[in-house]
């Protein structure tokens, strides 16, 4: 697998220093980027600590997403895909010189335009009216407000030290709600294998009005591969929670990673 990227894991039980990641999660000096495999002893301490279980994420009776009524039309704006061509500003370590993500098609009935970031070999549908960008080895995107806010990540479960999927989304869960425990997690295992985390009550960040998130985390697994993944996060207002799901939903219908 090409472009993997590093997932972003707190490193002790004290000491925060702040990343981009930040702004869609809306935790403020909580995470810390490394280039380095974390220690895994020290992660699995941190989250034991919180009372989160590791061996498995709680799985309510298998289902899948459901986008409702709702539509892409719903979170965007008709413009033919000319969002896409540039990008005003956007979060992310490369946020000062961000290059545009790949305007693969759009298609009009649906508000929906097909983007793909090449450093990562993954191809998502999203919004019209939205932006996208390249950010190194991750995928980022928002809405025309800033207020949705998307990023595509590969995982290596091996690199991080976990065994699959499930054990991917517990530990950090459990690592996220041990560093900040007014953050809830909730997690359920999808009809195709993949899993689903909920973050509720995440502090707001820059530029949010002050108002609390919800974060959604889809975690997959490469078929016939459990060692490899794929990581989609989605970030929205409290207030948008529900809508947030079913954005996720369509997000889901629409994701083509090259394995």
Request: charged residues 25%; proline residues 5%.
């Given at each position: ?12 039980c004290s000491g925060d220093n702040p ?97 793909r970031f090449d450093a990562i070999k ?138």
């Amino acid at each position: 697998m090409s472009g993997r990227a590093t997932t972003v894991w707190p490193s002790t039980c004290s000491g925060d220093n702040p990343i981009f990641i930040n702004q869609i999660y809306g935790i403020s000096n909580v995470l810390r980027e490394s280039g380095q495999k974390e220690s895994v002893r020290t992660l699995f301490a941190c989250v034991l600590a919180a009372g989160f279980a590791l061996a498995a994420v709680p799985a309510a009776a298998q289902t899948d997403l459901d986008p409702g009524n709702l539509t892409f039309k719903d979170f965007g704006i008709q413009d033919q895909g000319a969002s896409f061509s540039k990008v005003e500003s956007t979060f992310g370590n490369n946020s000062a010189n961000p290059p545009p993500a790949k305007l693969v098609g759009v298609d009009a009935a649906k508000g929906m335009a097909r983007v793909r970031f090449d450093a990562i070999k993954y191809e998502l549908g999203l919004p019209l009216g939205w932006q996208a960008s390249e950010d190194w080895e991750r995928g980022v995107a928002t809405s025309a407000d800033k207020k949705f806010r998307v990023i595509a990540w590969r995982v290596d479960f091996a690199y991080e030290g976990v065994r699959d999927a499930e054990h991917y989304a517990a530990t950090k869960a459990g690592s996220i709600t041990a560093r900040r425990p007014g953050i809830k997690a909730q997690a359920r295992k999808l009809k195709d294998g993949s899993f689903l985390v909920i973050y509720e009550n995440a502090p707001a960040g820059p530029g949010d009005g002050g108002e609390k998130r919800v974060v959604f985390d889809l975690v997959m697994s490469k078929p016939g591969n459990p060692k490899e993944g794929a990581l989609l996060t989605l970030g929205v207002p409290a207030s948008d929670a529900d809508r947030g799901l079913k954005l996720m939903a369509l997000l889901k219908q629409n994701i083509r990673v090259d394995w």
